[in-house]
């Protein structure tokens, strides 16, 4: 083969082997080939269609210019004529097609056709092709002008109709009908494609093509190209549209002869029902919008900013957009009223109708976002017509957005919803307060929520809306920007107003709505700062949910309402006295939220929400005195029935046949909780805590409320109800939740630590009650820690002091600090403290210990000559060293912490500005945190509000009384201040004073410039409380906390109150010692036991005294005064009596001489060292002289 020949051929001349191709590189090399040939053709054939379509386009325009240029050249002058009229026959068969040929794309561009059909703008037009069209425009104007029919162009349809009226040819009228029709369908598509279309300068010669991308959806700016088409020649369009689609413009058929009300109709149905689904309308309105909003405006270098005429002028063609929009919808809305059932099912079978489309096409536009502060009030006016807008208003409830970017996605729905609620609102008004005469903006009364009908209809298209925009796509930018214009509902006459014309079922289910809304765009844009602007009372993130709060719970009376409504629906008490000792656990919530049906608890979780929001602006003297909401036996009440939901939703009660077979539905339902009843979940627990602590800090509740039905539980008898709770798991699951709520947090002192966990305890109780009826053993631990965490207040605090001091011993058996060393334990410690410097080397130490914080030390003293101390450690040197670290830290000489007038402490603002302030501050709460670690008692009262900050929760207004009275007597004087603030000429500013000067800090941004008045008021005083109580206190605070979370981690310190810690650090409350308790649990050294006979004396002495010498005698031996939470087997190190033997003489016990010796003690072994007294009296005298003469050691 000639292939063979040549290959040898190559590899001769070559003179090197050639290799031989295989057959698959043989056949890639003739693909190659073919595909490099079959692009060639390719390329060949794509610059023939180029050079054709280029030659097309090339020819269009040069016809498109000769059009334009005979145009100019024949009607010209007649332009300049303003007396000079033609006929109408001569403007649609001469005038009008040459214009609408030179602008519009021809037969053969189907697809830019169709993209203007859509909503599409023109194609930016030099400034010098424009002139026959603004000639057009000015022969047109003056032709609809005409009240004669031969001179208006709309008075063609007479004379069609005059001529088949008169014998014509009725093919010729009804061309001539059809002709008129087409001219002016086609005259709408270039003034509505023309409005709001860019341009570029005069000369820039730009070639983009018409209708953009021919979706419909490009909105260009001014930023497009300068500057929009000349304002005169949008206004001419405008206003050409504004006639053609409102017939009452109409001027030929204004004479009302009954032949031409026919024709009238024909052609103004034939002209609005080609009209009404097409977006033309709506579309060069969204792109005035967006040419006139401010954004656009700085975007595009300040032109339209510059030129405040033609910003007028675009401004009226918008609102005339608005306004033939809104004449096509009525007039169709009148051709076409509302039919039947019957005919309405066929016109839905059928399609959509003409009003219906005029309608959707209406709506689109009024959700164009910013563009109700561009409507005139006499296009408001025309919008709110009545009955026109309850019509409106019924047709949003049945919108169906659609897929545009403008309307289709959650934002341009939201958008709607704004411009109808602010529609129906109305204006904000001002008026001058103080004698300043200070301009006060506020929200009258709305006039337009009294008509009948409104107000319902509003409310059924919010739900609709909220449930479109709910289901819509969205992004959390979007969503946030388009809650801004919802600010009416934020408004409390508005809320009042819809609160009054709506059922309460309605009004619950939209205000519930909105606030999920909300939460959902703070939740998905926490990272952006969602948040609202626009109006001063924008919605938009965790602002705006708050602000919807306040309007509800201030501005309406909702929470009494819906209080009445749930007691009649749920079957919640109204009231609950204080007497009662039972009965506290309402029967109807034992199945938990999982029993509730999705409208009751939708309706409960508002009330939950709004209600804890009402709290923490209302003081105690209005929760107490005043009850200006609720009763106290109201409060008891609604506490009553959030703890039996709280505990219950974790542990549901379906004992019984009812109640199993109850149960069994609750349990289907907790399967598919959802969206109705997240909203409980997470309010229930807050609201509850809230009540909690206003009890605890002045109760209004009988301790029985709170644990009702953790007895009820542990009393049941029969099944898994009355075995008692597994302590390790329980332990476990708080243990996780303590290491998750460690590493979430990077401040364990953050006050939103206590919100979180709150907030994550209520996440589980779906997961939790959906175990139902069957709560197995497994999970039932897992229930009682989410109890415990969620609302520990409902378990006992003896039941909660032995979960605490389990959660410390499994901590210690995990780190291995519960062995000895030589049983594999972690080795002791080192630390060496100064006698004279306790405090400063403590400090230092401590901190260097890293994860051995918890380690058993392996303390060392140094004396003051710097020589160690002598002696063993049996257990008294670490209580020896945390008292003498806690005397020091808190002396008030260190100046590290300070005191209430109660005499409770705090740490002192001030510390963080000593030399190793911070540091000390974090020593001591490590120190504290050992203290409790080991069980040691520390008489060491800690301020409320500062163990509220060690917990990670946020004080409380009415906590500032503990610290400052005078400054709390103060504010509340201002808060119910009834006269006018501004006189008492009072700024956002707070002082304090440090090293005798006083220095000012701002509570806001420019504070100083900030006047406090009655508008006001309420915010400066909760934010000067808030400066006491937190932010002058937060970094001394916070260093403390710091060092007490190395050992205790918060979420330990959330099972109590603060009350409660305290007695967890310094022992029980100061009743009666248990003698008893404590002879069983003493210890005895050097000879002495049970038997001893001046044991027995000791014993008999003890109980002889009375309750303030038993303390003053317990505070001798073990430094406190109150006895160990749970009792004396929990005194740490154990109580001892030591023997002392003075030799005293037998005789003494019938009259001799008796030991002279005084009773001494070891606090820091809590060993009392009682001599072997021989006489009763003499040890009762000696005992007595020795506790109340406030001296130890020494008396020896």
């Known amino acids: 083969m000639d292939f063979d020949r040549y290959r040898k051929q190559s590899g001769i001349s070559s003179g090197r082997a050639v290799r031989e191709q295989s057959s698959s590189e043989v056949l890639n090399q003739a693909k190659a080939e073919r595909a490099a040939r079959q692009a060639e053709r390719q390329r060949q054939r794509a610059a023939s269609t180029i050079g054709r379509w280029w030659r097309g386009t090339t020819a269009r325009r040069q016809q498109r210019s000769r059009l334009r240029q005979a145009w100019l050249q024949e009607y010209g002058p007649l332009v300049a004529q303003p007396q000079e009229l033609l006929p109408a026959a001569h403007l649609v068969n001469n005038v009008l097609p040459p214009v609408l040929a030179a602008f519009l794309p021809g037969p053969c561009q189907q697809e830019q056709r169709a993209a203007l059909a859509a909503g599409a703008p023109l194609p930016p037009l030099p400034a010098t092709d424009t002139a026959a069209l603004r000639g057009c425009f000015a022969l ?151 040419v006139l909003s401010p954004a656009a405006a700085s975007q595009g270098g300040g032109a339209l900013q510059q030129q405040d005429q033609q910003r007028q002028q675009l401004t009226a063609v918008l609102n005339g957009l608005v306004a033939a929009q809104l004449a096509l919808w009525r007039q169709l809305q009148k051709q076409h009223p509302e039919q039947g059932p019957e005919a309405a099912a066929s016109s839905s079978a059928s399609g959509s109708g003409a009003g219906e489309a005029a ?151 939209l205000y519930h709505e909105l606030l999920l809304l909300a939460d959902a765009c703070s939740s998905s844009s926490r990272g952006a700062g969602g948040g609202g602007g626009g109006d001063g009372a924008a919605i938009g993130g965790r602002a705006g949910a708050a602000r919807l709060l306040s309007a509800l719970a201030f501005g309406t009376q909702l929470l009494t309402r819906l209080w009445r409504e749930l007691a009649t629906s749920i079957g919640l008490p109204l009231e609950a006295p204080l007497q009662a000792t039972r009965g506290w656990e309402v029967a109807t919530l034992r199945r938990g939220i999982a029993g509730l049906q999705p409208q009751a608890a939708a309706q409960l979780g508002l009330f939950c929400r709004v209600y804890c929001h009402h709290l923490q602006v209302v003081d105690d003297w209005e929760f107490h005195e005043r009850q200006q909401t609720f009763s106290l036996g109201q409060q008891r009440a609604i506490a009553a029935a959030l703890n039996t939901l709280i505990f219950r939703t974790q542990l549901p009660d379906t004992s019984g046949p009812a109640g199993a077979a109850a149960g069994g539905g609750a349990v289907a339902r907790a399967g598919r909780l959802g969206r109705d009843h997240r909203m409980l979940q997470q309010a229930a627990p807050l609201l509850h805590r809230a009540l909690y602590e206003r009890d605890a800090r002045r109760p209004f509740c009988p301790p029985a409320l709170w644990l009702e039905p953790y007895r009820h539980l542990v009393s049941a008898g029969g099944g898994s109800a009355s075995q008692p709770i597994s302590g ?135 004396n003051q000559q710097g020589l160690q101390e002598a002696g063993i450690d049996m257990g008294g040197l670490m209580k020896e060293f945390l008292e003498s670290v806690v005397a020091e830290g808190f002396d008030p000489n260190r100046g590290l912490f300070s005191a209430t007038p109660d005499g409770y402490a705090y740490p002192n603002p001030l510390a963080e500005r000593l030399d190793g302030g911070l540091a000390a501050l974090e020593a001591l709460g490590l120190v504290l945190g050992r203290a409790l670690y080991e069980g040691l008692l520390l008489d060491l009262p800690l301020a409320p509000f500062f163990v509220s900050r060690l917990q990670g929760r946020w004080p409380l207004f009415d906590e500032l009384q503990a610290l400052d009275p005078e400054v709390y007597r103060s504010l509340m004087q201002l808060k119910r201040f009834e006269g006018q603030i501004d006189d008492l000429c009072l ?13 000012s800090e701002e509570l806001v941004p420019g504070g100083s410039r900030l006047g406090v008045n009655n508008g006001n008021v309420l915010q400066y005083v909760y934010l000067v409380a808030d400066w006491h109580l937190n932010k002058r206190l937060g970094t001394a605070a916070a260093a403390f906390s710091r060092g007490l979370s190395k050992v205790i981690p918060p979420a330990w310190l959330r099972l109590f109150s603060p009350r409660e810690v305290n007695q967890l650090l310094g022992g029980g409350e100061a009743a009666a010692l248990d003698v008893d308790d404590m002879q069983a649990h003493a210890q005895y050294s050097n000879g002495y036991s049970a038997s001893s006979t001046t044991v027995k004396h000791f014993w008999a002495v003890v109980r002889s005294m009375s309750q303030e010498e038993q303390r003053a005698l317990l505070k001798f031996v073990t430094s406190v005064s109150r006895a160990p939470l749970g009792g004396f087997k929990h005194l740490t190190p154990p109580l001892t009596i030591h023997k002392v033997d003075c030799g005293a003489s037998l005789l003494a016990a019938v009259g001799g001489k008796d030991v002279d010796r005084l009773p001494t003690a070891s606090t820091c072994s809590n060993t009392l060292k009682l001599p072997n007294f021989r006489r009763t009296s003499t040890l009762r005298e000696k005992l007595l002289y020795a506790i109340k003469s406030g001296a130890g050691f020494e008396l020896s």
């Open 140 to 290: 047109l104007l003056r032709s609809l002008a005409a009240t004669e029919a031969r001179h208006n162009l709309l008075g063609l349809g007479l004379a069609a109709g005059e001529a088949a009226g008169s014998g014509a040819s009725p093919d010729s009228a009804e061309e001539r009908q059809q002709q008129l029709l087409g001219q002016l369908q086609r005259l709408l598509l270039l003034c509505c494609s023309l409005i709001g279309s860019g341009s570029n300068s005069p000369g820039s010669g730009s070639s983009r093509s018409g209708g953009g991308g021919g979706d419909g959806s490009s909105i260009p700016s001014a930023a497009d190209g300068g500057m929009t088409v000349d304002p005169l020649l949008q206004a001419a369009a405008g206003r050409l549209v504004s006639i053609l689609c409102d017939s009452s413009l109409w001027k030929c058929f204004q004479q009302r002869q009954p032949e031409h009300d026919e024709q009238q109709r024909r052609l103004q149905q034939g002209l609005h029902s080609w009209l009404a689904p097409l977006p033309l309308l709506s579309a060069a309105a969204q792109r005035l919008v967006a």
């Open 359 to 509: 309608g959707r096409q209406l709506l689109r536009l009024l959700a164009t976002p910013g563009l109700l502060p561009l409507l005139a009030p006499s296009t408001v006016a025309q919008l709110i017509a009545s009955p026109g807008f309850a019509a409106l208003l019924r047709a949003a409830a049945s919108w169906q957005p659609g897929g545009d970017s403008s309307s289709g996605s959650a934002s341009g729905t939201l958008s709607l919803l704004g411009t109808l609620a602010q529609l129906a609102a109305g204006k904000r008004a001002s008026q001058p307060q103080g004698q300043q005469g200070r301009q006060v903006d506020f929200l009258p009364p709305s006039q337009l929520l009294q008509q009948p009908g409104v107000a319902s209809a509003l409310g059924a298209a919010a739900a609709a809306l909220l449930q479109s925009a709910r289901d819509a796509p969205s992004s959390s930018s979007s969503t946030g920007g388009a809650l801004e214009p919802l600010w009416p509902f934020s408004e409390g006459t508005f809320a009042s107003q819809l609160l009054a014309a709506l059922p309460l079922p309605q009004f619950a289910r």
């Open 728 to 862: 390790a798991a329980v332990v476990r699951a708080l243990v996780a939740a303590a290491d998750g709520d460690a590493g979430g947090s990077q401040h364990p002192g953050a006050p939103s630590a206590a919100h979180g966990a709150a907030a994550a305890a209520a996440a589980t109780a779906a997961a939790a009650s959906s175990s139902g009826a069957g709560v197995a053993a497994a999970s039932r631990p897992a229930a009682v820690a989410a109890i415990l965490t969620a609302a520990p207040q409902c378990v006992p605090f003896e039941e909660r002091v032995a979960v605490f001091r389990a959660l410390i011993e499994q901590d210690q058996e995990r780190c291995g600090y519960n062995l000895a060393p030589v049983d594999g334990g972690a080795r002791p410690v080192p630390v060496t403290i100064r006698r004279g410097y306790v405090l400063e080397d403590a400090s230092a130490q401590l901190g260097l210990l890293g994860s051995a914080t918890k380690s058993r030390l392996s303390l060392t003293f140094i």
């Open 987 to 999: 700024d956002f500013t707070v002082e304090s004073d440090f090293l005798g000067s006083k220095v």
